[in-house]
């Protein structure tokens, strides 16, 4: 597959402006579009690999702007108040998700099943878009920010959704996960979960190092397991076939 198209692309909610980037594979009509929501450092090197990958799956990618601005954090000392601001405004990030999906369904063709993908903060986001009763393909989260639906929010998601979370996750431990399992059960909502034993948060970042004593640890495999499952997930919502392409 060629290199990507790499176009930035400007939405909106009233007066806060937010920047996209928009990823395409260059030599193909997309077999689905995904707004990736990503992690707290926003459209950063990680981001671009996540993007990078469902562009080999044959997908349109927006890498969302989680903070608005633009704004991309350089140090882990500007993230706390950064992600707080997003647990304490989730109905905000629904609405600038919303805006997202409806900018990316500009840029592809009519009847492209649209889906969305978080990881960390960006996976609170991407569950509470599903239940805002939404209608899209499907919700992908992995290694996300595990949260019940705030007071008022519904709990009925007409999608599937795949969660893909580790067994040792300090941020969403299993005591969460088990909650949001309940959720789902008691709303009928279509969701399956892959639980990777011995792995943490972050899991999938390479620059989070091993050691097993962190809050945030790369696991190769369980990466490795993340992304055949993603693959198969995209495959099955959108109705096509599992591609060849070797997953790295």
Partial sequence: MSEPIETALDYAVGEQR???LLLRPSDQEPKAAIVLLPDWRGQSPL???HASFLNSLGCT???????GDGFTPDSPDQVGPMVQRLMEHRKQGVQ???????RLGQEVPARTPMLCMGYSAG???ALDYGRSGVDIAGIILCSALLKTAAEGMDTRIRMPVLVLQGTQDQVSPMKTIAEVVTEMDEAGNDVRYELYSQTHHAFDNP????DSNARLVYSPNSARRAKQAIARFVAEVTTQPLSETPLP
């Fill in 18 to 20: 937010y920047s996209a």
């Fill in 47 to 49: 981001a671009r690999d």
């Fill in 61 to 67: 990618v927006m890498i969302a702007d989680l903070y």
């Fill in 96 to 102: 600038a998700l919303a805006a997202c999906v409806d």
């Fill in 123 to 125: 996976g609170m986001i």
């Fill in 207 to 210: 620059d989070a190092g091993t």
